[in-house]
């Protein structure tokens, strides 16, 4: 047979695809079927367990075989003891002169009777040759014996009826299902049919037999001698059908299916109940998180809120915190830079503008002095241009280098004197007086040293360039509260009252009075503001003020968290 040419063997990375597809058309969410899978689990192995219920019927049918043998026992005592004749005659091996006792017959079968009755057992009598005397099963009437057998159960309702055919396919019909001898039942019975009776007739000792029916359940069967001075005179085998025990098996595994069922409709409910609670607030957040990614420019997705789901107290609630956070910070960045983005372009526009106009001025005059003067006023836009571009830059990726850049410690007393000695250096118009602690303490802080030296030399340049002529410049450090405190005074007009915070602004336009225009371009204080942040402090502004509360100056004031004890 030729193999068909199109098929193809599907591997196994195809199947776990498919299984994946056939798996999520699966109705619910994800979330909700693997809560589910996942608290099912338990009680499912839980019940597959109990249901085969191994040790427990072994135990159940040592204590029916345990029992037999008890009950057996009783009988053969009892016929010994009332259903015994004497005879006097000689006893095979032993020879003549000793009386012979003998099972009466009629007597043993009304007892057998009687005790059958009593226990619901089938009892049998085998005489010394093997020859079965008495059956409580056979009864003698007029027209001979008659067989006695036990009535079907009634009729069931559909649902037990269903059950217990899957129970029987699925399971087992019979608690013992070993493979066993058949049970053959034929007309004339002997022990030859019976191994446990032809032992006690033989061999004076008890002995037992489980054997197969072909309608399911075994038989199970106890054979006990009947003596009479330690005379062998018969055997009493007690007998009866596992049904009995399969029934019991049967109704404990019934008992344990309703009482699985109960478990799983609670945690099925129980799981739709947290699916619901936990996957369907996390679809919304997906969702109204989906909407604002797609939102168009503009602000589109301004009016799409992320729900609030805080009031939970758990780790959803967290998330929805977090993600409302998150998505208000985005919306702030985007604002700020939009923001950035005009003031950038109106701060290129000026200089732009009187460098266009410079140029085509330039081109028609002819009187050298005019074009010179024009010409310093391109020089002075493009080094304004120059400036202000790498002031921008600097801006710009400030905050990529300050999230990659690992902070070290840096000592700030050591670095206030190298300033203060450059400044001494460099400006000879205004004084510098420096303090510091008494003991050398370095006043240590977790910074990254070049930006905290951009911050400290932003805030000297500021001072110096609002002092008058002959003005000084007072720099001091302390520690205070496990704080690390730098402060910048200056003899300066100070800061317009109400401009506290707006100084701070970028592209911020105050300028002392004399300078050029352009010369700085108004990101140096929100950039230094922006790095001490980084470094977990503040940088505020303020004016000193004499006793008659005049302004004599501004004061800005760096705090740091300090390193270490003082």
Same mark, same amino acid.
């Given at each position: ?396 990726? *400030?905050? $990529? ?8 410690? &840096?000592?700030? +007393?050591?670095? !206030?004197?190298? /300033?203060? @000695? ?116 503040? *940088?505020? $502004? ?8 005049? &302004?004599?100056? +501004?004061?800005? !004031?760096?705090? /740091?968290? @300090?390193?270490?004890?003082?």
């Amino acid at each position: 047979m030729r193999a068909d040419p199109a098929f193809r063997p599907i591997s196994s990375r195809r199947r776990r695809v498919i299984w994946r597809r056939r798996w999520r058309r699966l109705p619910g969410s994800p979330l909700t079927r693997r809560i589910l899978a996942v608290n099912l689990l338990a009680p499912l192995l839980l019940v597959g367990g109990l249901l085969y219920l191994d040790h427990y019927q072994e135990t159940l049918v040592e204590t029916r075989l345990s029992g037999l043998h008890t009950q057996a026992a009783l009988i053969a005592a009892a016929i010994g003891e009332s259903a015994v004749t004497t005879h006097p005659g000689p006893i095979p091996l032993i020879g003549a002169g000793v009386l012979r006792h003998e099972l009466a017959v009629e007597e043993s079968r009304m007892m057998i009777r009687r005790l059958a009755d009593l226990i619901g057992l089938r009892i049998r009598l085998f005489d010394p040759n093997g020859l079965l005397v008495a059956d409580s099963q056979m009864l003698r009437g007029p027209g001979g014996l008659v067989q006695v057998r036990d009535l079907p159960p009634p009729d069931q309702d559909l649902l037990t009826r269903l059950w217990r055919w899957l129970h029987d396919r699925l399971l087992a019909t019979t608690v013992l299902s070993g493979p066993y001898p058949p049970y053959v039942e034929r007309a004339r019975q002997t022990s030859v049919d019976y191994d446990e009776v032809a032992i006690a007739l033989d061999v004076g000792e008890p002995a037992h037999a489980i054997r197969a029916t072909e309608e399911g359940p075994r038989i199970l069967s106890y054979a006990v001698p009947v003596q009479f001075y330690k005379q062998v005179v018969g055997a009493v085998m007690v007998s009866e059908s596992s049904a009995g025990l399969d029934a019991e098996v049967f109704q404990v595994r019934t008992t344990i299916l309703k009482v699985f069922l109960a478990v799983l409709a609670v945690t099925v409910l129980v799981s739709v109940y947290l699916a619901r609670t936990i996957a369907r607030p996390l679809r919304l957040l997906a969702a109204r998180a989906e909407r604002i990614r797609h939102a168009e420019g503009g602000g589109g997705g301004r009016g799409v809120e992320i729900p609030d789901f805080t009031r939970r107290g758990d780790e959803i609630g967290e998330l929805s915190g977090v993600l409302r956070q998150m998505t208000a910070a985005l919306w702030a960045r985007m604002d700020a830079i939009e923001r950035f983005a005009a003031d950038v372009a109106h701060e290129i526009k000026n200089p732009l503008t009187s460098l266009k106009s410079a140029v085509e001025t330039v081109a028609r005059v002819r009187d050298p002095e005019q074009q010179k003067r024009l010409m310093g006023i391109i020089e002075d836009d493009v080094k304004r241009l120059d400036r202000l571009i790498s002031d921008i830059s600097d801006a710009s990726r *400030l905050d $990529a280098e300050l999230s990659r850049a690992e902070t070290a410690p &840096v000592k700030v +007393a050591e670095m !206030l004197g190298t /300033l203060a @000695a450059i400044h001494r250096d460099t400006a000879e118009s205004v004084a510098l007086d420096l303090a510091l602690p008494e003991g050398g303490d370095p006043l240590p802080v977790a910074a990254v040293e070049g930006r905290l030296t951009q911050v400290l030399r932003n805030l000297l340049s500021n001072a110096r360039s609002f002092s008058p002529p002959g003005g000084r410049i007072r720099l001091a450090a302390w520690r205070d509260n496990g704080r690390v405190l730098v402060s910048v005074e200056d003899d300066g007009p100070g800061i317009p009252p109400g401009k506290e915070e707006a100084i701070f602004d970028r592209f911020y336009s105050d300028r002392p009075a004399g300078e050029k225009f352009g010369t700085h371009s108004g990101l140096g204080l929100a950039i230094s503001r922006q790095i001490v942040e980084a470094a977990g402090g503040t *940088l505020t $502004a303020g004016n000193r003020q004499t006793p008659d509360g005049t &302004v004599a100056g +501004a004061r800005f !004031l760096v705090d /740091l968290p @300090a390193l270490g004890e003082g």
